[in-house]
């Protein structure tokens, strides 16, 4: 049995299911999305029936997982750690005291994390990045200047420059490349805020190994904006009204989409 196929079937014993105040076995539910499917995604950030949370137990590898993390990027920077993938990661763990070495317990965490097939959360997306040492190959992005973020070479690079041409000052690269650390990172991240509901987690970023940051899309914004580009209001702005009227509102995520992710209106969609 593969590594996937048996975190898959065995993975459960240390995840619980969210069942009207009842916790059972995660693996009982077969990796079923239950219904009602669209409210669920419309009120993404509330826990619902169903929900797969980690245990107690996962929930302190959790947090020091996502601290490690977090001083890898501080190692690393901000800009660079988009690009870090998982063997590099490791590497910088070990050879930086003020980070520490990834122990069996964390690392056997994120293989758990990665293999799990995503459809056990609810999210339905394809996957990108099939292996956990798979990498985005620094020489195919470049740096965009002034927004501490990369864009891969190619129609990514040629999309934002064409619209950003065409929209002005205003529109904003938000988030570029993302490697494996970087998104294991923003998941983990996001579901230490949801106090282990990674179904939550999952609603509102798309899993490690799920994400098409790592194959071309991109987000943008609006200057001035903050955190609001990553809301549903990013669709009232005068920025994304420009992106549909010359075509380039071309989403990963649309509204009360089927691939259990939330609305996305800054997201670009170009793989």
Known sequence: MDKRRFLQTAGGLFLTVSAGGLSIPAYASLCRPDDPYRSKIRNFEANHTGDIFLSAEQMAILKSVVARLR??????????????????????????????????????????IFYRDAACYGFLGEKVLNGLTDQVRKKDSTAIRRTGQYLFKGDPLHTYNALSKKIGGDVILTSGVRGMAKQMYLFLAKALRTKGNLSRASRSLAPPGYSFHAAGDFDVGQRGWGVRNFTSDFAQT?????????????????????LGLRYEPWHIKIA
């Open 71 to 112: 001083r890898v990027r501080g190692i690393v920077g901000h800009g660079r750690f988009a690009l870090v993938g998982f063997d590099e990661m490791l590497a910088v763990a070990r050879n930086y005291r003020k980070v520490g070495k990834f122990p069996k317990k964390e690392l056997d965490f994120l293989e758990d």
């Open 238 to 258: 005068e920025v994304f009204k420009k992106l549909v009227d010359l075509g380039y509102a071309r989403l990963r995520y649309p509204a009360d989409n089927l």
